[in-house]
């Protein structure tokens, strides 16, 4: 993969239809050479639309590119592998099955809301975990890609949370509960996430900015930054150290799904 993109802004695209940029034909699928980023959709039972917008992106838009990679909070909660018998959790599963039939290369990254999937449904579902970060070449540039709640470090009390939750040994316990305690967990948990965000600034809940400084840095100034988490779709134009370094941060599904598209021309957010 390569990009010719200069800052990652306003670039034209060619669409993904087949009569722009078909260069590969899988299983009877045109094919055009680009990779779809999206985060944070919380699929669950009790919000079939938003299922269904993503079901049919799968089927319709996903399946003509060459990846596609979910960069956390692909479910709203994930209570653990056990829970892959569940039929909404067949239901997705289902999909990105059809999707890899057609050959689309799936890559999830946790969100703080699902980082409990393991390789049970990796394998169910034939999608690639991936670390988070993760750098990429993205069509000849370097990209760093990464949930985003680690980088929220004014967030205090959700930083101490997720130290406590991310441990092996914590998880390895909860896990050792049966799933319906460990829903019921998760039930009071997600009640006073949202009662403490109420209580928070917009500003602690955003990225903390030296923190993404800091983190552009530790990875050699990466051209291109991709994280989801804030819901607060934009692209931003870093100049570190001399580096030009656009952060694209991606959109949520609550109302309309989102993504983001790049090709050898660049990148560009996408609404359906
Ligand atoms: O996801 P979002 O954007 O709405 O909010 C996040 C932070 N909240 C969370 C909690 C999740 O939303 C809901 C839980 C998901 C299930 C995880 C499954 C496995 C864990 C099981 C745990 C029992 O991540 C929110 C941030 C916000 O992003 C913006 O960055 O502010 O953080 C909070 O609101 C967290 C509170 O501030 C702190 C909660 C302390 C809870 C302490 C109890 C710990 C004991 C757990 C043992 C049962
Ligand atoms: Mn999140």
Redesign the pocket.
Known sequence: MSIKDKSGQDSELSDLSCSQACNQVTSSICKSDSALFISDLHLCATRPHITAAFLDFLRNIAIKAQSLYILG?LFE???GDDDIDDPFHQQVIAAFNKAAEGGLQVYFMH??????IAQRFCQSARITLIQDPTIIDLYGKKALLSHG?DL?TD?L??Q???R??RDDQWQAE?LSQSLAQ?KK??E???N???Q??SQ?SAE??DVNAEAVSALLKTYGYPELMIHG???RPKQHAINLAGHKITRWVLGDWYEQGSYLVCNQQGCQDVQL
Not at 111 to 116: A, E, P
Request: charged letters at 35%; proline letters at 0%.
């Open positions: 909070d909660y994930w209570a969100g703080n809301r699902d980082f409990l709640d929220c967030d009390m959700y101490t949370f997720r406590q939750v909860f460990r967990q998760i009071a948990i997600r006073r996430s949202e403490e965000k928070k602690i809940m988490h804030t819901h």
